[in-house]
């Protein structure tokens, strides 16, 4: 059986077989055992079982930062974790960040803790999410995050930042020219998408390029986050747009 656990909550994976659930939450120390069967649509909602308790709000701690969430209602993004903390310290003195696809501050919230980024400007489209995300600003303390209620296609054209992260996987690339458009010049993209191993190494960068309407593209880095599906990998593209 795997599990991860999130502040007080045990989410187990679907290999889970009957369990003494009450045990398994005494040994855990959490309050509500769950099961997330898949997420769903744009807004990036749950589908989910409960196995034990009841209450589905908690507060997670990684890498120095504080996530208040409610797992019924949003997409905790998991495996991530080492990805959120790369990304903050690659973030230079005086910075304008876009968090595109926020979420609950995956990205947003580290970025203001460990960085002295001038802003970091936080676009989510989820309701619930963005209310999490106002939720975890003000309990980390952090006067740098601008969250923004809204679909990211219309609101990222009305900002410009050195930095670009696009942390969503699930048709990306069709967010890319709002993205590269609302570069600063020199600005660095950070472009998450799920593709086949064999094409790993070309399509992602190919799709940069295709969108960036003549601006010069130079690859970075292509960094590994996991495995998405057998044979696909989850990847992060660092690409300087000049």
């Not at 502040?7 to 187990?12: A, E, M």
């Not at 679907?14 to 769950?34: A, G, P, Q, R, W």
């Not at 930095?163 to 472009?191: C, F, W």
């Not at 601006?215 to 747009?241: F, M, S």
């Amino acid at each position: 059986m795997k599990f991860k656990k999130i502040g007080d909550i045990l989410l187990l994976d679907n290999s889970y077989s009957k369990e003494d659930f009450e045990s398994l939450s005494k040994k855990h120390n959490v309050k509500t055992i769950m099961k997330i069967d898949h997420i769903q649509g744009t807004k990036r909602e749950p589908v989910y079982k409960i196995l034990y308790g009841s209450e589905t709000e908690t507060v997670h701690k990684e890498n120095g930062c504080l996530f208040k969430l409610d797992l019924a209602k949003v997409m905790w993004s998991k495996g991530n974790n080492n990805e959120r903390l790369r990304i903050a310290k690659l973030v230079e003195d005086d910075e304008t960040v876009i968090d595109m696809f926020a979420g609950i501050g995956y990205f947003s919230i580290p970025i203001g803790v460990h960085s002295n980024a001038k802003e970091v400007i936080s676009i989510e489209i989820n309701p619930n999410s963005y209310q999490f995300l106002c939720d975890n600003i003000e309990l980390n303390k952090l006067n740098n995050v601008v969250p923004v209620l809204g679909d990211c296609m219309v609101e990222t054209p009305k900002f410009k930042a050195d930095r670009i992260i696009m942390g969503y996987v699930k048709t990306t690339h069709h967010y890319l020219k709002v993205a590269i458009d609302s570069l600063n010049e020199g600005g660095i993209l950070h472009y998450h998408e799920t593709v086949p191993e064999k094409l790993m190494d070309t399509r992602p960068i190919e799709r940069i390029i295709s969108q960036a309407g003549g601006r010069e593209v130079e690859l970075l880095k292509i960094n590994k986050i996991k495995k998405y599906a057998p044979g696909v990998e989850h990847v992060v593209v660092d690409a300087k747009i000049d």
